[in-house]
């Protein structure tokens, strides 16, 4: 399972039984305050889902360097690894959200459309990348 965190809402993406093709799943609307409300959201989607690995977007500036969304994703990192018996890993996601919003203009998605799932699929966008350093794909 794959998180691209927001300010307001998270994607959720998993991957098919065999960890080789990566889909979004759904948008997460959340208090940024309340991240125990979305890490029990999150729980559930890794029980319905059987998810053996968390993976949450780090969002590194392009030097590198981490500023407030990356120490976002180092906390919800902290709380789901107290939470559940599973890995959660950080992973680079720069360039993600263009890549999708790419992907979904060349597609002639509409602009509410567009928004509705554009987290969702950066976070798919996110794994398949995952997963295809893990020699996956």
Same mark, same amino acid.
């Given at each position: 399972m794959a998180l691209d965190l927001g300010?307001?809402?998270?994607?959720?993406?998993? +991957?098919?039984?065999?960890? #080789? &093709?990566?889909?979004?799943?759904?948008n997460l609307h959340?208090?940024?305050?309340?991240?125990? $409300? *979305? +890490?029990?959201?999150i729980? #559930? &989607?890794v029980d319905s889902q059987?998810?053996?690995e968390i993976v949450i977007g780090y969002p590194? $500036? *392009?030097?590198?360097e981490v500023k407030t969304q990356a120490?976002?994703?180092?906390?919800l990192?902290?709380?789901?690894?107290?939470k559940m018996d599973l890995n959660v890993v950080l992973f680079d996601e720069r360039f993600t959200t263009k890549m999708a919003s790419y992907y979904m203009d060349s597609a002639g998605l509409s602009k509410k459309r567009k928004a509705q799932d554009i987290d969702?699929?950066?976070?798919?966008?996110?794994?398949?990348?995952?997963?295809?350093?893990?020699?996956?794909?």
């Open positions: 300010t307001k809402s998270c994607g959720v993406a998993v +991957s098919d039984p065999t960890g #080789t &093709l990566a889909r979004g799943l759904k959340f208090d940024q305050l309340v991240y125990d $409300t *979305l +890490s029990e959201t729980k #559930t &989607l059987r998810v053996e590194l $500036t *392009l030097a590198g120490k976002q994703a180092k906390r990192q902290k709380i789901l690894r107290q969702q699929f950066s976070a798919a966008i996110l794994l398949q990348d995952y997963l295809a350093t893990k020699g996956k794909v």
